[in-house]
């Protein structure tokens, strides 16, 4: 089983939409959550890091389920600059190890 | 707002040759890391640095790897005796001491080995 499994997608939707991706991890043990985007050839930039509670940021909310090693992201209100490459990731999977682990991403196309 | 650099963006060399790609981490971060992401997939940890010395690495960092802080504000990966499986995005990242370790990425070098 891979150790962070997404949908590699891809997910095209039109502008405005609500989309939702979801994330599986492996390992119990594992430590922190993030939400990373990735536009074509560039690095993985930082969209969120994912609590047990919940959290948003603007049109953003990443969810954990911890019991079920679930991760999900939700994407409101779609922009056209949303198109990339959504990547889950999850650290810490010992105490003291800060390697972090990436999923293959979930590519989305935002439609004019 | 502060970011981690990395030169060259774009390196090209000849199997069996040495590289060394620098970064430059974001100046009041202490833990350092390279990832790479071979074309196509997923990215992948290679090292963490902490405290002048190597905290963790993966199976990929081999003999052929080594890192280094030869002054206060560069790291640098340097890979021996390049392999032609060796081409890939090398991705420099940082993060601070406390709190979660969320992790900040540079631009990338593009290593290519003919």
């Given amino acids: ?3 962070v499994e997404q949908d590699p997608g891809p997910f095209n939707v039109p502008e405005g939409a609500t989309v939702a991706f979801n994330c599986t991890y492996s390992n119990s043990a594992s430590q922190s959550f993030f939400w990373y985007r990735q536009d074509c050839r560039k690095e993985p930039k930082l969209l969120m890091s994912v609590y ?14 911890r019991a079920s090693q679930y991760i999900s992201l939700l994407i409101r209100d779609s922009k056209l600059s949303d198109s990339a490459t959504y990547l889950c990731v999850v650290g810490g999977m010992d105490t003291g ?4 682990t990436f999923g293959s991403g979930t590519r989305l196309q935002v439609q004019p | 707002e502060p ?9 090209v060399t000849q199997m069996g040759q040495e590289v060394i790609l620098r970064c430059v981490p974001i100046s ?5 890391y390279w990832y790479r992401q071979i074309l196509g997939q997923k990215v992948e940890f290679l090292v963490s640095f902490y405290n002048n010395e190597i905290s963790e690495k993966s199976e990929i960092f081999d003999d052929q790897f ?8 560069n790291f640098t990966l340097k890979i021996r005796s390049t ?3 060796d ?9 601070p001491l406390a709190g979660v370790d969320e992790q900040f990425f540079g631009p990338g070098t593009r290593l290519t080995v003919l």
């Fill in chain 1, 97 to 100: 190890r800060r390697a972090l």
């Fill in chain 1, 1 to 3: 089983r891979k150790e």
């Fill in chain 2, 87 to 95: 081409s890939a995005m090398y991705f420099c990242a940082s993060s």
């Fill in chain 2, 28 to 32: 009041n971060h202490l833990y350092f």
């Fill in chain 2, 66 to 73: 080594s890192v280094e802080r030869p002054d206060g504000s």
């Fill in chain 1, 52 to 65: 047990s509670s919940g959290n948003e940021d603007g049109r953003f909310t990443a969810q954990l389920n």
């Fill in chain 2, 83 to 85: 392999k032609l499986e």
């Fill in chain 2, 3 to 11: 970011e981690v650099t990395q030169t060259p963006s774009h390196q």
